[in-house]
């Protein structure tokens, strides 16, 4: 996503690898090249889809691939959504990565044209660590996180929608919206899925909720009573419904 030694900020000090779990799934650690993988979804008449940045979960500690990544992109590509699976900077890097999201919309809106996406709607969905990446990412800026390195940082930022799946570090220990979450009145419609039972992390979208209610931003909460945390599309309790309500809220939103 970068050009060669002109990343700013800092990358990891130990070479790229992969987390074992038993579980099986894809986790990225020591990201120093952080990339963008285009899942290109396809209209008959080859008109220009709408896209969304995906960004994985994994505690910033790692990216989880392909439960929050390639699995997202080939269900959005089912509905005739374009999606970019951001591998961003980590362990424990959250201003490269944030840095990395913004580059991300910028690049996608500089390659439009060439991908066949229109960059007027071009959102953001994030799971847990990566739910509080996309709120970032939709949030009100002034400056971006970097200095421009190139012509393809002259292209927006700011992510037209968000989809915060069971997002994580939305507030603080006070109760309040975390410091790094800039609320205001110019963030775009927000769709937030959590889960009661998701003890750890529920709140700050609670908190979240009643912030963007008070700045009167157009959003949806959906909670829903049991589903727990980092599930992806592989839910089996009552949040398993999720992905059929944020195709409906995306239609209510214009993207479809």
């Not at 990201?31 to 209209?43: H, I, N």
Request: proline content about 5%; overall charge positive; aromatic content about 8%.
């Amino acid at each position: 996503m970068w050009p060669e030694g002109k990343m700013p900020g800092l990358g990891a000090k130990e070479p790229e690898s992969e987390v074992k779990r038993q579980d099986g799934f894809q986790r990225i650690t020591n990201v120093s090249k952080p990339t963008l993988t285009l899942f290109q979804a396809r209209r008959a008449d080859g008109s220009a889809t709408p896209a969304i940045i995906v960004c994985p979960g994994g505690g910033y500690s790692y990216c989880v691939m392909d439960k929050e990544g390639s699995e997202i992109a080939a269900w959005l590509n089912k509905h005739g959504i374009s999606a970019l699976v951001l591998k961003y900077r980590t362990p424990n890097n959250r201003d490269g990565a944030f840095q990395d999201v913004q580059r991300a919309l910028s690049l996608t809106r500089a390659k439009a044209a060439e991908w066949k996406i229109d960059p007027k709607r071009l959102g953001v969905i994030g799971f847990s660590a990566g739910g509080n990446l996309a709120a970032k990412a939709s949030a009100p800026v002034t400056e971006r996180a970097y200095a421009a390195v190139d012509e393809i940082d002259q292209q927006s930022c700011r992510a037209d929608f968000a989809i915060l799946v069971y997002p994580a570090y939305l507030d603080d220990k006070g109760g309040q919206v975390a410091i790094d979450l800039k609320v205001s009145s110019s963030i775009p419609p927000t769709l937030i899925i959590h889960s009661e039972d998701d003890k750890r992390h529920v709140t700050g979208s609670k908190v979240y909720h009643e912030a963007l209610k008070a700045a009167k931003i157009a959003h949806e909460f959906k909670l829903y009573p049991t589903g727990g945390h980092g599930y992806g599309l592989r839910c089996e309790r009552e949040a398993k419904v999720w992905p059929e309500d944020a195709i409906k809220w995306l239609k209510t939103v214009g993207v479809e």
